[in-house]
């Protein structure tokens, strides 16, 4: 396969996230015949979608930066990238000033896709200094690809970025991956409400769930339990509040989880109640499981569920609404649930994902050609 164009393709390392799951779809969809791509991980160690990459037949190497201001590690990126000779470098959530670094040295067209720091700026979320430090490291970009249309607009209101300089491409779901459990009942008790994510209330909106489970409690009959799938910060703050209502034996509270799949065969239907969210990816892989989500409409969940007949949004904050629809949901889950899939495979699939990133490129090489 000579004459592949090379993408060098860089995130901070093989985490359990948005961004990081986002990569392997890529990868499972890229078209390999024009595209030679290779994944560079600044810091950690091989993970689970790093894993999953290297299956699909592409090279992953592993930096060990000690942190974000390494500059050994700074150097050691420009080494790698210089043997690989790629013509384009993309990368995803980076620290501060590296992208700077690598237009220096490298000379070649940027990408950064954005994932949700500007949205997070724009709230005044993150120290002061991280706004200004992006703004500089933005402008070091060629091109910056949005995930969501919430996105795209944060980047233009919060970093005065041109227009043109910014194309939206959604996340993509490997359908693949995601195969709906044909055997899901409806008026099963108990019902099995899942959330999956970092639990941090600032932005994902965690400690609402108590909330919802006590509406459920007071109001309706039926039995319950919310699994939730994740850790953060705030795991503690929001089992002291389940206690506190009294609603701690209805919760079981995971951890970390690779395998998301598994966890979405164990449910019934996902919420999403998001203070703050570019897009809602766990939103669409429930889907793609013929899934039924009920979200907060917020951001880019608003993008990806108005026009979803799988999809209930609900005010933000309303957690009886939430509740309720929780309620409906489990009485008419047969009629609501088989439409997702179909949905996403139209709208938010990774090949046509994997589309849009493989224009951006072809786009940026005959541009720098030009110069």
């Known amino acids: 396969m000579a004459g592949r164009m090379r993408i060098a393709t860089i995130i901070w390392k093989d985490a359990i996230g948005g961004a990081e799951r986002s990569l392997c779809d890529l990868a499972a969809a890229l078209d390999q015949s024009s595209f030679d791509m290779r994944f560079y991980y600044l810091s950690g160690v091989p993970g689970y979608f790093a894993k999953q990459i290297e299956s699909f037949g592409f090279k992953t190497e592993f930096l060990n930066w000690k942190n974000g201001f390494d500059l050994i590690g700074r150097v050691r990126l420009i080494k790698k990238l210089k043997e690989f000779n ?149 795991r503690k703050k929001v089992e002291k509040l389940c206690k506190d209502l009294e609603v701690n034996s209805h919760f079981v509270f995971l951890g970390w989880l690779e395998d998301v799949k598994s966890f979405l065969r164990k449910i019934d239907l996902l919420l999403v109640p998001s203070r703050l969210e570019s897009l809602g990816l766990s939103a669409l892989e429930a889907l793609a499981m013929n899934i039924p989500v009920v979200a907060f409409g917020v951001q880019g969940l608003r993008e990806i569920l108005t026009d979803c007949p799988s999809g209930t949004l609900i005010n933000p904050g309303d957690t009886n609404g939430m509740a309720e629809a929780i309620h409906y949901l489990r009485n008419n889950y047969v009629h609501i649930g088989s439409k997702g899939r179909d949905f996403v495979a139209e709208h938010f699939s990774n090949h046509k994902m994997a589309r849009g990133y493989e224009a951006i490129y072809t786009n940026l090489s005959n541009r720098s050609k030009q110069i």
């Not at 490291?137 to 043109?164: P, T």
Request: aromatic share 10%; net charge positive; proline share 5%.
């Open 86 to 234: 790629p013509h384009v470098v993309h990368d995803h959530i980076i620290p501060p000033l590296t992208r700077p670094f690598i237009k220096f040295f490298i000379q070649r067209p940027v990408l950064a896709t954005e994932h949700g720091s500007a949205l997070q700026r724009s709230f005044g979320i993150g120290e002061k200094w991280r706004k200004h430090i992006e703004r500089f490291d933005f402008g070091s970009c060629d091109f910056i690809a949005a995930n969501s249309l919430a996105s795209a607009e944060a980047l233009r209101s919060v970093f005065h970025l041109s227009e043109s300089k910014i194309k939206v491409v959604h996340l993509g779901i490997d359908l693949d991956q995601f195969i709906p459990d044909t055997d899901r009942q409806s008026n099963v008790e108990p019902l099995t409400i899942g959330f999956i994510g970092r639990i941090i209330n600032a932005y994902k909106g965690v400690d609402y769930l108590p909330l919802v489970a006590k509406h459920l409690i007071d109001r309706y009959s039926f039995k319950f339990k919310m699994l939730i799938a994740g850790d953060g910060k705030d």
